[in-house]
C-alpha cells in the first residue's frame, strides 16, 4: 500500500510495482486527468509513460531532448535508439 502510495505521487509511479499494480496507478492517473487535472508525471519507463501522456518532455542530464506530441515521441529514430535500444 505504500508503494501504491508512493506511485500517486507521480514521480516514477510504476518503480517497484508489480504489473498489476502499475496498471491500477495508470487507471486512477487518468480518472484523476479525467476529471479535468493537469498531470505532471516523472517516469523513466518511457514506454508507459509515454502511452498515458498527451505531451512528452524527454531529458536528459538536465536538457531537453525532445518537447512534443505524446503520439509522435516513440516514433522519432533518436529517441528509440537511445532510450529504447531500438533502431
Given at each position: ?6 506511485g500517486l ?19 486512477k492517473i487518468e480518472s ?56
Amino acid at each position: 500500500m505504500v508503494e501504491l502510495g508512493r506511485g500517486l505521487m507521480l514521480d516514477e509511479p510504476t518503480a517497484g510495482l508489480a504489473p498489476k499494480a502499475i496498471d491500477m496507478i495508470f487507471d486512477k492517473i487518468e480518472s484523476i486527468n479525467e476529471l479535468g487535472v493537469t498531470v505532471l508525471m516523472i517516469e523513466q519507463n518511457i514506454k508507459t509513460g509515454v502511452k498515458h501522456s498527451d505531451h512528452v518532455f524527454v531529458l536528459e542530464n538536465g536538457t531537453t531532448h525532445f518537447d512534443g506530441d505524446a503520439e509522435t515521441v516513440l516514433d522519432r529514430p533518436e529517441i528509440r535508439e537511445a532510450y529504447l535500444k531500438v533502431e
